[in-house]
């Protein structure tokens, strides 16, 4: 019993070194009721459907499963690149778009989302490259999945922005980023 306390507490104190100092880190160690969510435990993927649009840009819902046997906790902001076939980073990673949001807590088999957006390369750059997929880090981890996705970027500017991972599977148009 003591043992399982100790991880606990440690894999929360490697979540707030993971997330970094400030509010956010704090918010995150409050989670204590389940540990931050590590790499073997999640699974990431694009949801289905055609995304919504508005701006020069087209969104998709980056979804984010727990796959273990235990509740996991995500908070902040995932990391995304577009890359090529070869997993050469294309262009400039990815930036975050709105405030942080809360604790997502996932339970067993439970999804959460994070709103990704593709900018339109064509008002960004001349010529646009094809790319075969996004290298996503889930929050606050350090191993990457790879979202095999063809889209068209930026030789040398980012095209992809992603918003904060947010309860329940996400769609673009009528849910909140």
């Known amino acids: 019993m003591r043992r399982g306390a100790a991880l606990g507490a440690l894999a929360v104190g490697a979540a707030v070194l993971l997330v970094g100092g400030g509010a956010g880190a704090r918010q995150l160690a409050r989670a204590a009721s389940a540990a931050v969510c590590a790499p073997s435990q999640t699974r990431v993927w694009l949801g289905d459907g055609e995304g919504g649009g508005a701006a020069g840009h087209v969104y998709y819902p ?6 273990s046997h235990r509740p ?14 070869s997993g050469r980073q294309i262009g400039a990673s990815g930036s975050r778009s709105g405030p942080s949001g809360g604790i997502v807590t996932l339970a067993v088999g439970a999804t959460a989302h994070a709103l990704l957006a ?4 064509g008002a960004i750059c001349s010529h646009g490259i094809d790319a075969s997929g996004i290298r996503v880090y889930p929050p606050a981890q350090r191993s990457w999945q790879i979202v095999e996705f063809p ?17 329940g599977v996400g769609i673009p148009g009528y849910t909140n980023s």
Do not use: K, M, T, Y
């Open 151 to 167: 889209l068209e970027v930026c030789a040398s500017r980012g095209v992809l922005s992603v918003g904060p991972i947010r309860a």
């Open 72 to 85: 996991c906790a995500l908070f902040g902001f995932p990391g995304v690149s577009a890359i090529s076939s």
């Open 118 to 121: 593709i900018a339109d390369w």
């Open 62 to 67: 980056l979804e984010f499963s727990n796959v």
